[in-house]
């Protein structure tokens, strides 16, 4: 299962990025030619994310479409099917650019359930009146 080298990936991402702290969600763009599914990529992050800061994170993705470029009409089509076929003249005979990018765009972290001081007024700076 390829799924789980593209989880192990996104893992290492999203703990550098939280630094220490507790992940809710993972926001990840893969590209079609990964042949990656939510269900199939949270499953494997789910068995490898254990005892880490995205333990119990959801990881949501966003197919990244694959540019296809016809070699027998020259037409240009983007398809987020890792196997498809021109749309002009519905020729296999095409070439890829992209679709085999991973990208982590965003994480989400789990809310703290305390944070001292006031959240209307503090500014970073805890020390009060001289």
């Given at each position: 299962m390829?799924?789980?080298g593209?989880a192990?990936?996104?893992l290492?991402?999203v703990?550098?990025?939280a630094d220490?702290r507790?992940?809710?969600?993972a926001?990840?763009h893969?590209?079609?030619l990964?042949?990656?599914?939510?269900?199939?990529i949270?499953?494997?992050?789910?068995?490898?994310s254990?005892?880490?800061?995205?333990?119990?994170?959801?990881?949501?993705l966003?197919?990244?479409p694959v540019?296809?470029?016809c070699?027998?009409?020259?037409?240009t089509?983007?398809?987020?099917?890792?196997?498809?076929v021109?749309?002009?003249?519905?020729?296999t005979d095409i070439?890829?650019?992209?679709?085999?990018?991973?990208l982590?765009e965003?994480i989400?972290?789990?809310?703290a359930?305390?944070?001292?001081?006031?959240?209307?007024?503090?500014r970073g700076?805890?020390?009060?009146p001289?």
């Amino acid at each position: 299962m390829h799924e789980f080298g593209i989880a192990e990936a996104i893992l290492i991402a999203v703990e550098k990025r939280a630094d220490g702290r507790r992940v809710r969600r993972a926001r990840v763009h893969a590209g079609a030619l990964l042949r990656v599914t939510e269900p199939g990529i949270n499953q494997a992050f789910s068995s490898i994310s254990g005892g880490s800061v995205a333990e119990d994170a959801h990881v949501e993705l966003v197919i990244v479409p694959v540019r296809m470029t016809c070699r027998s009409c020259g037409s240009t089509s983007t398809s987020v099917e890792p196997f498809a076929v021109c749309a002009g003249c519905g020729d296999t005979d095409i070439d890829t650019e992209g679709g085999d990018d991973l990208l982590l765009e965003s994480i989400q972290m789990a809310e703290a359930s305390h944070v001292p001081g006031n959240s209307r007024r503090d500014r970073g700076n805890p020390v009060g009146p001289s």
